[in-house]
């Protein structure tokens, strides 16, 4: 007879944290509710394996599972639009929830527009990440950046992107539509939006980092 998957729930994550812990126990027979992954990442919750299955296959078929029920807002200047085209409607058949900030067309406008909105939009809890474009994938993290409580970062392969979630836990990838080819952009994308932070001494580099912020 199948043993029957325990369902735990974005409440059972609250409660994990109004508890003060950080660290979410699980066997692997566990069935996570994509709501609950959101609090999870969130939070910085940490899925720690409890016996000798992998944590490994565990953690990827999490987010194979629930990676498409992120929410993205994704914004360029002309010279990204058409690579925000491309990638709007590839992120879209994986069944990602967009918001799209613009630009709509490929006039000449300015990237701080667009990277405010993104910015605006993680501010506002609206989305979980933010994607921008311009030629370099510089000015608009440059920008960004400025906006309390972004972390944007520009990343040019799939080590950066990986870096960018699992130790900085950035929530903006900014890419350059004129340095990097489609499918590149593709799985540097695919990495960044399926890599987890992992807390702990991060958590700590961060937190200076956030203290900057209020000075």
């Known amino acids: 007879m199948k043993k029957s998957r325990k369902l735990i729930t974005e409440k059972d994550i609250q409660d994990l944290i109004i508890k003060g812990k950080s660290k979410l126990e699980v066997t692997g027979n566990e069935i996570i509710t994509p709501a609950a992954i959101d609090k999870i990442n969130e939070n910085s919750v940490k899925i720690v394996k409890v016996n000798t299955t992998s944590l490994h296959n565990f953690s990827n078929e999490l987010n194979g599972t629930f990676s498409s029920y992120k929410k993205v807002a994704i914004g360029s200047d002309h010279t990204g639009f058409a690579t925000k085209k491309l990638v709007k409607k590839f992120l879209e058949e994986k069944g990602y929830n967009i918001t799209d900030v613009g630009t709509f067309d490929e006039k000449s406008c300015d990237y701080p527009d667009f990277a405010i909105k993104v910015a605006e939009q993680i501010q506002e809890k609206n989305v979980d990440f933010g994607i921008l474009f311009d030629a370099t994938g510089i000015p608009s993290a440059i920008t960004a950046n400025k906006i309390r409580g972004i972390r944007a970062a520009t990343c040019y392969n799939e080590f950066s992107a990986r870096s960018a ?49 209020k000075d």
Request: glycine share 6%; no cysteine.
């Open 165 to 213: 979630r699992e130790h900085n836990n950035a929530n903006i990838i900014v890419l350059g539509a004129k340095t990097l080819g489609e499918e590149t952009i593709k799985s540097i994308l695919e990495t960044f939006l399926n890599s987890n932070f992992l807390g702990e001494r991060h958590q700590r580099r961060l937190d200076k980092i956030t203290q900057l912020e």
